[in-house]
């Protein structure tokens, strides 16, 4: 296990880290958060998205795949067995598997499960890393709250380029994670009041026409009016409520759009009042 200065700064270098090189392959989800592809440019990889792998041919040279569990945007949880697909499809091509948990707390019709778990890895780290953030289940973002775990070899690597790279978490924020890592009360806090909110704009949503997709886990809301996304948020921005275009995420979302649970109570039922 290894701390890192947020999750975004993991996700952006990791791929330059673990080696990748121009005419190498990064697998990201179709749907995705954006610094996946940026980590992957930054480091001269061929980007390939989860619904073009067809184009990944036996001589391809994967070397990482991400996944996303619950996603961002549009709070998918992947069940075990597609996470073990994944894992046995990469370890075949000697690639790593590095998994986005940092929604795994904020599970609401699905049950989040890390590929850590011994029902996807089969007990086995090889290959494997989980990144995690206490900004979503701690309100630590400000603070440059992350961790990476898994692939002990890995990470060791990672933790000898990352010193001399000047990666290093401080150890007041180290302090700070520690005492979030040992307290539950917090996060069950935190999860009732998303919890709430969700509620109140899904109910809201959805009595104005909209259609959620997903959206079972994780700070977002997946909302279609099934038509182009920036006319959605022409419509929404006309009354005040500001939402992310799902195009933002990948092409495959561009009739979608993000709505966050993390605006304040007050702000969420005035967004709901003016979606009725």
């Known amino acids: 296990m290894l701390p890192t200065i947020g999750s975004k700064e993991l996700v952006a270098w990791l791929p ?5 090189r121009p005419g ?24 390939v998205r989860a619904d073009s792998l067809t184009a990944v041919g036996p001589s391809s040279r994967v070397r990482l795949v991400w ?10 949880v992947l069940p075990a067995a597609h996470l073990r697909k994944v894992v046995a499809w990469a370890r075949e091509r000697g690639a790593v598997v590095a998994s986005d948990e940092c929604y795994l707390s904020l599970g609401w019709e699905d049950s989040p499960l890390s590929v850590l778990s011994p029902e996807v890895c089969g007990g086995s780290y090889e290959g494997v890393l ?9 309100n630590l ?28 978490v401080p150890a007041p924020v180290q302090a700070a994670m520690i005492a979030a890592l040992t307290d539950e009360a917090h996060v069950d806090a935190q999860r009732s ?7 109140v704009l899904r109910t809201a949503l959805t009595r104005a026409g909209f259609a959620l997709s997903h959206s079972a886990a994780g700070l977002y809301l997946w909302a279609t009016r099934d038509e182009d996304c920036w006319s959605t948020v022409d419509w929404l921005a006309q009354r005040g409520i500001l939402v992310a275009p799902g195009s933002f995420y990948g092409p495959a979302g561009n009739r979608h759009v993000r709505v966050a649970l993390t605006a304040t109570d007050e702000r969420v039922a005035a967004a709901a009042e003016r979606l009725a």
Request: glycine share 10%; hydrophobic share 40%.
């Open 16 to 20: 330059t880290l673990l080696g990748v």
């Open 24 to 47: 190498d392959v990064v697998v990201i989800p179709s749907v995705c958060y954006p610094t996946y592809e940026v980590g992957a440019r930054l480091a001269g990889a061929t980007v």
């Open 67 to 76: 996944v996303n569990s619950p996603s961002n945007p549009t709070g998918q």
């Open 130 to 138: 989980a990144v995690h953030s206490l900004s979503k289940r701690s």
């Open 141 to 168: 973002a400000g603070y440059r709250a992350g961790l990476i775990a898994g692939d002990p070899a890995i990470v060791g690597d990672l933790l000898a380029v990352r010193k001399h790279a000047g990666m290093i």
């Open 193 to 199: 009041r998303y919890a709430a909110r969700r509620d």
